[in-house]
């Protein structure tokens, strides 16, 4: 099963391939920056919606960026 820290890891792999900033995506999916930095760094768990956002501004389908992210799983 994969954890929330991988899927993390794998957002944070995206925004960085794609140049985009914390605070830029936190206004796409229309969070705070400080939430948005929360939730990145696992300290406050990622709603579904706002995940749901971030992979529609990414332009990914969830399903997607979860596949990828079970690579980071052991």
């Not at 900033?21 to 400080?34: P, R």
Request: proline fraction near 4%.
């Amino acid at each position: 099963m994969i954890e929330e820290a991988h899927l993390l890891a794998q957002l944070k792999i995206e925004l960085e391939e794609r140049g985009i900033l914390q605070q830029d995506m936190a206004d796409s999916v229309g969070v705070s920056q400080s939430a948005f930095n929360r939730y990145m760094k696992g300290n406050r768990h990622m709603p579904m919606a706002t995940f749901l956002r971030v992979a529609e501004v990414l332009g990914e389908l969830p399903s997607d960026l979860w596949r990828r992210a079970e690579r980071h799983a052991p």
